[in-house]
């Protein structure tokens, strides 16, 4: 794809959908009901925030048109046209990927973990622009924006510098856009996160974009045991074609004892999960070894439980945690990824289904459906 011409792109799929927070963002009189078909209307797009300290900057970068109201449930990749006048890592030209906001001040984002950021709530689900302002309006009345940091299914998103990542001009753009939250979250928990040695074992349960960039970036690091577990025949066998060693159709085989065959009795050294469901968490707890990790990802309901034996495991000395966006530094690591890409080892196109933009509602079915992972809208 190098040399041609770059094309702007919204990848249809909700990232993070389920950590919504229990407290709405604020009500904008043009938002329509989630479950209405997709349909273009046109909005105006303000300009990035200029002069205006200690407000950060926006940088501006092309997308898909849309809808106000589901204006923020993608990730994208474009090309920048306009930043702001504090902006100082951006220009215009850069080829960018857009990526969860984060404020950048607060202990956790200066200690290097913004995806742990104590303003990611306002940063997130906040649809305003630092100064109160949104990044979109319609027949003079504020649009909502900012969603996720990003609100990119429009003619132009206009987001915080934070949540622009900027990536080689020889990696293909149309392809970059789902780097920006899901495959960043599964590949981050393992690389970031779990850090296996080579020859370790993993298993990651839910083979969908999440726990197949598990799976891609667990044989990217040699895991030598690499285990899909899901409930759906075809996307194991899509678990397989991506990098696992050996798969469990969960509804259709004995979990434990599939794994007791597959390592010998010696349990994993590491599990995924990203079915946010608590029963698998606890299987996910069961099949470790000792010293073992479990990372879970899979955004859960507020309120959701799991229960874990701490008896006998107390011995095993093993670790739970849960995690947030890979605990990514997005602009360090998700030009990482498309390095990874460029070698062979995060193939990730494999996932990527591309809609035109006519065809967007039905890259949204696609989705629902599971019959595509990551619908992509390119123009
Ligand atoms: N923590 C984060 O920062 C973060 C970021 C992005 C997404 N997420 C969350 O990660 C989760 C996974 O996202 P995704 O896009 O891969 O979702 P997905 O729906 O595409 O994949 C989930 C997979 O789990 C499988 N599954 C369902 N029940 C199962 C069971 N009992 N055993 C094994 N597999 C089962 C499904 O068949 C599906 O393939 C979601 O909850 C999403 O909201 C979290
Ligand atoms: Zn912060």
């Given at each position: 794809?190098a040399?041609?011409?770059?094309?702007?792109?919204?990848?249809?799929?909700?990232?993070?959908?389920?950590?919504?927070?229990r407290?709405?963002?604020?009500?904008?009189?043009?938002a329509?009901?989630?479950?209405?078909?997709?349909a273009?209307?046109?909005?105006?797009?303000?300009?990035?925030?200029?002069?205006?300290?200690?407000?950060?900057?926006?940088?501006?970068?092309?997308?898909?048109?849309?809808?106000?109201?589901?204006?923020?449930?993608?990730?994208?990749?474009?090309?920048?046209?306009?930043?702001?006048s504090?902006?100082?890592?951006?220009?215009?030209?850069?080829?960018?990927?857009?990526?969860?906001?984060?404020?950048g001040?607060?202990?956790f984002?200066?200690?290097?973990?913004?995806?742990y950021?104590?303003?990611?709530?306002a940063?997130?689900?906040?649809?305003?622009?630092?100064?109160?302002?949104?990044?979109?309006?319609?027949?003079?009345?504020?649009?909502g924006?900012?969603?996720?940091?990003?609100?990119?299914?429009a003619?132009?998103?206009?987001?915080?510098?934070?949540?622009?990542?900027?990536?080689?001009?020889?990696?293909p753009?149309?392809?970059?856009?789902?780097?920006?939250?899901?495959?960043?979250?599964?590949?981050?928990?393992?690389?970031?996160?779990?850090?296996?040695?080579?020859?370790?074992?993993?298993?990651?349960?839910g083979?969908g974009?999440?726990?197949?960039?598990a799976?891609?970036?667990?044989?990217?690091?040699?895991?030598?045991?690499?285990?899909g577990?899901?409930?759906?025949?075809?996307?194991?066998?899509?678990?397989r074609e991506?990098?696992?060693t050996?798969?469990?159709?969960?509804?259709?085989?004995?979990?434990?004892?599939e794994?007791?065959?597959?390592?010998?009795?010696?349990?994993?050294?590491?599990?995924?999960?990203?079915?946010?469901?608590?029963?698998v968490?606890?299987?996910?707890?069961?099949?470790?070894?000792?010293?073992?990790v479990?990372?879970?990802?899979?955004?859960?309901?507020?309120?959701?439980?799991?229960?874990?034996?701490?008896?006998?495991?107390?011995?095993?000395?093993?670790?739970?945690?849960?995690?947030?966006?890979?605990?990514?530094v997005?602009?360090?690591?998700?030009?990482?990824?498309?390095?990874?890409?460029?070698?062979?080892?995060?193939?990730?196109?494999?996932?990527?289904?591309?809609?035109?933009?006519?065809?967007?509602?039905?890259?949204?079915?696609?989705?629902?459906?599971?019959?595509?992972?990551?619908?992509?809208?390119?123009?």
């Amino acid at each position: 794809m190098a040399g041609s011409t770059p094309r702007r792109t919204a990848q249809t799929t909700w990232c993070g959908s389920r950590v919504l927070p229990r407290t709405a963002p604020p009500a904008y009189r043009h938002a329509r009901p989630s479950s209405a078909p997709l349909a273009v209307d046109p909005v105006q797009a303000s300009s990035p925030i200029q002069k205006a300290p200690p407000q950060r900057g926006g940088a501006t970068a092309p997308p898909a048109p849309r809808d106000p109201a589901r204006a923020g449930t993608s990730t994208r990749s474009g090309v920048v046209e306009e930043v702001g006048s504090d902006v100082r890592g951006v220009q215009v030209g850069d080829h960018v990927v857009l990526g969860p906001s984060y404020c950048g001040k607060c202990t956790f984002c200066r200690s290097g973990e913004p995806m742990y950021c104590e303003n990611g709530f306002a940063e997130l689900f906040g649809c305003r622009r630092p100064d109160g302002t949104t990044a979109f309006s319609k027949d003079g009345e504020m649009v909502g924006s900012h969603f996720f940091g990003q609100s990119s299914f429009a003619t132009y998103a206009n987001v915080s510098e934070n949540s622009v990542i900027v990536v080689d001009k020889d990696a293909p753009l149309e392809l970059l856009g789902p780097l920006g939250c899901g495959l960043n979250t599964g590949a981050g928990a393992v690389l970031n996160e779990m850090r296996p040695e080579p020859g370790t074992s993993i298993v990651v349960f839910g083979s969908g974009a999440v726990g197949f960039a598990a799976l891609m970036a667990a044989a990217a690091v040699s895991c030598s045991t690499i285990i899909g577990v899901d409930i759906h025949d075809s996307r194991l066998e899509l678990a397989r074609e991506l990098g696992a060693t050996h798969t469990i159709n969960s509804s259709t085989q004995d979990l434990h004892a599939e794994l007791e065959k597959i390592t010998g009795g010696r349990s994993v050294n590491y599990a995924l999960d990203t079915t946010a469901i608590s029963s698998v968490v606890r299987d996910a707890a069961d099949a470790l070894g000792t010293r073992g990790v479990l990372v879970a990802v899979g955004a859960a309901a507020p309120g959701e439980e799991v229960s874990f034996e701490v008896g006998s495991s107390l011995t095993k000395g093993w670790t739970f945690k849960t995690v947030i966006e890979g605990s990514a530094v997005p602009q360090v690591f998700i030009p990482r990824l498309i390095d990874l890409w460029k070698q062979g080892k995060f193939p990730f196109e494999k996932l990527v289904k591309t809609y035109s933009l006519e065809d967007i509602n039905t890259g949204f079915e696609d989705s629902a459906s599971g019959a595509v992972i990551k619908p992509v809208v390119a123009y």
